[in-house]
């Protein structure tokens, strides 16, 4: 292969989100498994250390990939001595922006437990999300079924497993990842609150919970559009490259999208990554013919 396949096959990785990465392990994973089980007898205990490598063959050529923007990150820290960028320079921003995710569900959780009021929403119109999406009904859905887990897991479990070590072990670990869902639904719940942007005099504020917030200014916004087909399919239309769009919903599929001026300067924190460079933010709203009377009447001025 030739540096220059290399070279275009890095800059491939380097645009690909790592949930694309994760659909691809999951794949090495699959394919690692019916290599071993397909494997001669004499074969199958030498291959078993594949089955476990093979899923993290896609991150690591990921991170090799990010490996200059980590140089510069190390650079620009060493430059100007924040030295606890510096700590971070080497780690893919989405993980460091999972950790932030984690650390601002968690803060949500704690607010729910204190009953704390949700934050007074700015001057403006409000465009909301979550009266005909589907937030609330999976919100229930997850809050049932990870309060009905423990009780199940504690009947049915014990009818397999008669080793009381490896019973105990088990139920902790369902009991700590049964906790750490609850805290991430329920923080998530409150930091999502009333559920709904705010168009304002400056701009349209994005803002849902501590998934995706920030401004877009109304001179940075060039068109806004409804779809009705999937984003993926929407880009390879207007020919417009995944990794310049963001996703803005809780879990419904966009109705809107918001075509951004050239070399816009507008930045949004999503899923604990600061994001910019876009050309275009794909919503979902509950009426979307408001959000585009609204911003028609508001770009004109």
Sequence with gaps: MSAAAVASYAQHLRHLSWMDMAQRAWLFLLGAIALKLAAPDALKDSLRPLVLIAP??????????????????LRGARATRDWRRLATACIPPELVGLFRLDAAMRSGFVA????????????????????????????????????????????????????THKLHVIHCLMAVGSISTLIWVL????????????????GLQLRIGARTTGT???????????????????CRRNGIARHQ??????????????MLSPYSAVRLMHLGVERSSLACVFLYVDRPGRLLDALGTGLQK
């Design 187 to 202: 923080g998530d719940r409150w930091l999502v609150g009333r559920g709904c942007h705010v168009l304002t005099e400056e």
């Design 56 to 73: 993290l063959l896609p991150f690591m050529a990921k991170d090799l990939a990010h490996l200059p923007d980590a140089v510069a990150r």
């Design 245 to 258: 769009t963001l996703l803005a919903s809780p879990l419904d599929k966009p109705n809107t999208v918001l």
């Design 112 to 163: 729910w437990l204190r009953r704390r009021p949700q934050p007074a929403l700015p001057a403006g119109e409000t465009f909301s999300y979550l009266d005909y999406g589907a937030y609330r009904t999976a919100f229930a859905i997850a809050l049932f079924t990870t309060l009905f887990e423990l009780p199940l897991d504690a009947l049915v479990l014990p009818l397999f497993i008669k080793d």
């Design 216 to 234: 877009i200014p109304l001179d940075a916004i060039a068109e806004c559009r409804r779809i009705d087909i999937k984003p993926d399919e929407w």
